[in-house]
């Protein structure tokens, strides 16, 4: 079993940066491929960004490349999410989640993850 727990949420005004933190208990962290995803009000949740276990393969939302980077550090059992240029389309909560099933496969729809954190909180203003 793993917990997940995001950081980093909060006010920016677009064109700004924030960086979210998930950090994970549990030993068998740097054996899941993680994943970010988000969900604004009204809206289904949609696939952020993905990575696998060793972190040097990721995928992303078309929404988001080249502005959104993900990455990992195994030893500290954190995934991070550095957001640049963010524009107020970026407003919702982002949810951190692992796939303790597929280390390599990089999932873009919520079924293929089974651990998810609370989320945190992003809002951009114009």
């Known amino acids: 079993q793993v917990q997940l727990v995001e950081s980093g949420g909060g006010l920016v005004q677009a064109g700004g940066s924030l960086r979210l933190s998930c950090a994970a208990s549990?030993?068998?962290?740097?054996?899941?491929?993680m994943a970010w995803f988000r969900q604004a009000p009204g809206k289904e949740r949609e696939f952020v960004a993905a990575?696998?276990?060793?972190?040097?393969?990721?995928s992303y939302a078309d929404s988001v490349k080249g502005r959104f980077t993900i990455s990992r550090d195994n030893f500290k059992d954190t995934v991070y999410l550095q957001m640049n240029s963010l524009k107020p389309e970026d407003t919702a909560v982002y949810y951190c989640?692992?796939?303790?099933?597929?280390?390599?496969?990089?999932?873009?729809?919520?079924?293929?993850?089974?651990?998810w954190g609370q989320g945190t909180q992003v809002t951009v203003s114009t």
């Open positions: 989640a692992a796939n303790s099933k597929w280390p390599e496969v990089l999932h873009t729809t919520d079924r293929g993850y089974d651990h």
């Open positions: 549990g030993r068998t962290f740097r054996s899941y491929a």
């Open positions: 990575i696998n276990w060793s972190g040097d393969r990721t």
